[in-house]
């Protein structure tokens, strides 16, 4: 008899059960403390730590380091390596915009054209995934080499300049970035392009809009968001990112991660890694709290 | 009248564009479309080839010439000690991370999709933490690891390995299963509940398996992240080496073919379960 009053109940509010209240006024923070916990200890106070590492003075006659809040630590930091931010903000940047021009029509044909087959095409388009990142770049040397048979081919044929390299050059580090993160860029355009309403773009044409007008009147504004997601996407990863630099790129264009490995893998220098890693961070969030402003701050998750 | 009499040449003007130009689209975007696919494929399809690259030279290292075919490289695939002993310790912290993650990160997200604001004080503030875990950059968070465990006295190894792993899974784990738990029928529960089932027969016979493709998907997740890792895993690997970790030391003195018969193999399993899910999902 309860249960049906309970089904029935009028306006579908039910009736508080008192058995377990207090076990389920607990519930949602019984079910994420051991993930918050894990988040916390192993993601927030790390980075904590590391401002922390920033702020702190050392003396070099001891090598002891105390806490000072010493904010100055990161301009100097920064004024040492501006070669180095620089050239990763460069290579970021084209890279970055050469994956939105690359993938953007493939994007746009999928998600319109794709039909049946949208599936496959997006697993073609994750295909990279599927090979470990190291290797994947590694190929890369393989194929952007002087004695690859690609190269080989082009050189011994004469299509080339005898002293045409692109293995050790800027533009094999691009290359490679702008291929490493390629699927970054193509799944948030496809998520973007894919949610535009077909009927709107018919209103469009209805309203005697050509191809062109549709086109930057209607489909672009609609896709802005997922073209300002799949850029941070992009641009934030490439902008840390090392291994296409250090496997692709000569000694003369180091980027960042690079340098922040080095001081903490190698030279064992913290504070000056930390400092970096700090700044990283920081012109990270800055892209991230710009979008929010703008588009509203829930909206990029929906381009994971 | 007016209007309809200055529209309407435009408007036949603009269809006819429009015929010849989708005729364009017809042939141009599908051959650009396909064109970049290749550029996708077209080094993996390297890779495989130079796993089955003869050695000339002394050194087992793969050369960028083709030297000719040979399947030696299969036949040997474990004879490069370091390689096969990273390659398993890669597969053991990727199974180990993936089960912790997907716990954990399924239990946050029930609590993410079930309790309101009101309900779940700091809600707000865990959706921002699991946001700024995604986007931070990934050698900020294993530089931080570092100075964590070297601050703490904590040894490098297979632990550490793990404590990362989850931590950078989790996330992902949470908002995969979000996403698959936001179309969930409440009114399922609540019917079970009527029908006279306890909250544990309840999650046993109608929570779980509603939920389980979501949780599934976010496993996957956290296992392809786990296994190709190697920013994070640099940092706080120690002297326990997993996969990438190896590979990337390798490529300082030159590769051994057998990294290309691993790749190749890595490939030709995340590729065959990809195609199974398609096909199981058209059959459904």
Request: hydrophobic share 55%; glycine share 6%; with cysteine.
């Amino acid at each position: 008899m309860e249960r049906s009053v309970s089904a029935h109940y009028p306006g579908g509010v039910k009736p508080p059960r008192f058995r377990g209240l207090w076990a389920k006024r607990l519930a949602p923070y019984l079910l994420s403390l051991p993930a918050g916990l894990w988040l916390a200890l192993l993601f927030l106070v790390p980075l904590f730590l590391m401002l922390s590492e920033t702020l702190k003075s050392c003396s070099p006659a001891s090598g002891a380091c105390t806490m000072t809040w010493n904010w100055g630590e990161l301009p100097h930091t920064v004024n040492l390596y501006r070669a180095q931010f620089v050239t990763s903000l460069l290579f970021a940047l084209f890279a970055t915009v050469i994956d939105l021009v690359i993938s953007f029509p493939i994007a746009y044909w999928i998600a319109f054209y794709g039909g049946r087959r949208k599936n496959f095409f997006l697993i073609m388009l994750l295909v990279p995934f599927f090979v470990s990142f190291v290797i994947r770049t590694l190929v890369w040397e393989f194929i952007l080499s002087d004695n690859g048979f690609l190269f080989s081919f082009l050189h011994r044929s004469h299509l080339v300049p005898s002293g045409f390299h692109v293995l050790g050059t800027s533009v094999a580090v691009v290359a490679g970035l702008a291929y490493n993160y390629l699927p970054f860029t193509a799944l948030p355009l496809y998520v973007a392009i894919e949610r535009i309403d077909h009927r709107v773009l018919d209103a469009a044409h209805d309203l005697y809009a050509n191809r062109r007008v549709a086109f930057t009147k209607v489909i672009l504004p609609l896709t802005i968001p997922g073209i300002f997601a799949a850029f941070l996407l992009t641009f934030i990863p490439a902008f840390g990112d090392y291994i296409n630099q250090e496997i692709l790129g000569g000694t003369s264009n180091t980027m960042i991660g690079t340098v922040i490995q080095n001081s903490f893998l190698v030279n064992a220098d913290y504070p000056a890694g930390s400092s970096l890693s700090v700044v990283l961070l920081a012109i990270s969030l800055i892209g991230i709290f710009a979008y929010a402003r703008v588009l509203g701050s829930r909206t990029i998750e929906e381009y994971l | 009248m007016s209007t309809e009499l200055r529209d309407v040449p435009g408007a036949r003007a603009s269809a006819k564009a429009r015929r010849v130009r989708s005729r364009l689209g017809r042939f141009a975007l599908p051959t650009y479309s396909w064109l970049v696919i290749v550029y996708l494929v077209f080094p993996i399809a390297v890779m495989v080839v130079y796993s089955f690259n003869k050695v000339t030279t002394g050194l087992q290292n793969v050369s960028f010439s083709w030297n000719g075919f040979t399947t030696l490289w299969y036949q040997q695939w474990s004879s490069v000690p370091g390689l096969t002993s990273a390659f398993w310790l890669s597969v053991r912290l990727a199974i180990v991370s993936t089960l912790v993650a997907t716990v954990l990160g399924t239990l946050l997200a029930v609590a993410l999709v079930r309790y309101s604001r009101t309900k779940f004080r700091g809600k707000g503030a865990v959706e921002q933490v699991l946001f700024l875990n995604i986007a931070a950059p990934e050698i900020v968070m294993g530089a931080s690891l570092l100075a964590l465990f070297v601050t703490y006295n904590i040894a490098r190894g297979f632990l550490t390995l793990v404590l990362a792993h989850v931590m950078f899974s989790i996330a992902y784990v949470t908002v995969t299963v979000r996403a698959r738990l936001a179309g969930f029928e409440r009114a399922l529960e609540e019917a079970a509940y009527d029908l006279g089932a306890n909250a544990f027969t309840t999650f046993r016979l109608v929570t779980f398996p509603l939920i389980l493709p979501g949780v599934l998907a976010g496993a996957l997740m956290a296992f392809a992240l786990s296994i190709d890792d190697f920013v994070t895993s640099n940092f706080v690997s120690g002297s326990s080496v997993p996969f990438p970790v190896w590979v990337y030391g390798a490529t300082r003195v030159g590769t051994p073919p057998q990294v290309f018969v691993f790749g190749t193999a890595i490939f030709a399993v995340g590729i065959g379960m990809a195609i199974m899910s398609i096909v199981l999902g058209r059959k459904k």
